[in-house]
C-alpha cells in the first residue's frame, strides 16, 4: 500500500503518521523543523533522510536491549514502516551531563527529577553516573519533568522500573559508541509503548540530533554551553532576530540553511560512518 492510499492519522512537528493496516504504520519524516516549539515555515532539505537513516541505524543495533518497533525502510529514505504501538504516557528522558533544562533544575533545587546531586556542579559538567529523569508528554506547551513517585503513579511502579531499566541501558550502550568515534551523548530521550502482547517495545525515533544532545569530545569544555550537532544555528539565528517565540516563526536565511542542513549530514556521517550519500541511494545499508 502506497501513502497515498493509506490512512492519515496524525501529524507531528516533524512526522506524518500513515495507517497501512491495523497493525502497521508508516512514519514519514519531514524537513520540518521546529524551535521552541514553533515549526518554522522554512524545510531543512534532507532533515527528514537523516532523522529516519540514523534511528534506523540505532534500531538495527539496540534490538538485543529492547525490541522496536521498525519494519523496514522505504527507498524515499524518509518512510518507515513499524508496528503499531499504545504508547506510554511518559516520555523517558536520561542525562549523563548537566545541560537544558536538567542545568535549570538542578541550579533552582540541587536536584533533577527527585535526583540529589552533588553541590558545585558547572553546566555542561559530566553527572556521577546517568540518571532517569522522564516527564509527562504535554499535548500543549512544554513537558513536565517528574520524579519516581509521580512517574510510577502515570505508568505503575513495575512498569516504571522497567522504563528506567532499559533507558539506561540504551543509554550506556550509545554513550559508549560515539565516545569512540569522539563524541558525547550529553542526553536524550526515547518513546516506548506496548505491543498486542503487552511487552514493552521502542518506538519513535532514535539518537538523531532532534533526540540527543551530541557534543564534539575535542571541544568539550565544562563550564558553560556546548556546541552540538543540532539545530543550533536556527536557535542562535531566531534569538538575534528579536522573534518572541510566537507563531507564526520568521523565514530562515538561505546561510543558516545550509549550515543547518550540513550539520544533519555530519551528524549522520559520523555516527554511522556510512556516507550520506550512499544512504540516500539505498537506506537499508544503515540496517546492516
Not at 534490538?63 to 513499524?82: F, K, T
Not at 556546548?226 to 507563531?247: C, H, I, L, M, N
Not at 555530519?266 to 560512518?273: I, K
Request: hydrophobic share 40%; aromatic share 10%.
Amino acid at each position: 500500500m502506497t501513502e497515498g492510499q493509506a490512512q492519515h492519522l496524525a501529524s507531528g512537528k516533524v512526522r506524518e503518521i500513515f495507517a497501512l493496516d491495523a497493525q502497521t504504520v508508516l512514519l514519514v519524516a519531514s524537513d520540518r523543523i521546529s524551535v521552541f516549539d514553533v515549526v518554522l515555515p522554512t524545510d531543512i532539505p534532507d532533515k527528514g533522510r537523516v532523522l529516519t537513516g540514523i534511528s534506523g541505524f540505532w534500531f538495527a543495533r539496540t534490538r538485543e536491549i529492547v525490541p522496536n518497533h521498525l519494519l523496514g525502510l522505504r527507498s524515499d529514505g524518509r518512510s518507515s514502516e513499524c508496528r503499531r504501538l499504545e504508547m506510554l504516557p511518559l516520555e523517558c528522558v536520561v542525562r549523563g551531563y548537566l545541560a537544558g533544562s536538567g542545568w535549570k533544575d538542578y541550579r533552582r533545587s540541587g536536584e533533577i527529577a527527585g535526583h540529589a546531586l552533588p553541590p558545585g556542579l558547572v553546566e555542561s559538567e559530566r553527572l556521577p553516573e546517568p540518571i532517569f529523569t522522564p516527564s509527562t508528554k504535554a499535548l500543549v506547551g512544554h513537558d513536565e519533568t517528574v520524579d519516581r513517585a509521580r512517574g510510577a503513579e502515570l505508568v505503575g511502579e513495575e512498569r516504571y522500573a522497567e522504563l528506567e531499566e532499559v533507558s539506561l541501558a540504551l543509554y550506556r550502550f550509545a554513550a559508549a559508541y560515539a565516545a569512540e568515534r569522539g563524541i558525547l551523548l550529553a542526553d536524550t530521550k526515547f518513546e516506548l509503548g506496548l505491543d498486542a502482547e503487552g511487552a514493552l517495545v521502542l518506538g519513535d525515533e532514535l539518537f538523531t540530533p532532534d533526540s540527543s544532545r551530541f557534543w564534539a569530545a575535542d571541544g568539550y569544555r565544562p563550564g558553560g554551553p556546548q556546541p552540538s550537532f543540532d539545530k543550533q544555528p536556527v536557535r542562535d539565528w531566531t534569538e538575534g532576530t528579536g522573534w518572541d517565540k510566537a507563531y507564526p516563526g520568521p523565514e530562515l536565511p538561505e546561510d543558516v540553511v545550509a549550515s543547518t542542513r550540513a550539520r544533519y549530514v555530519q551528524a549522520f556521517e559520523r555516527l554511522t560512518e556510512i556516507p550520506f550519500d550512499d544512504y540516500l541511494a539505498n537506506p537499508e545499508v544503515v540496517l546492516r
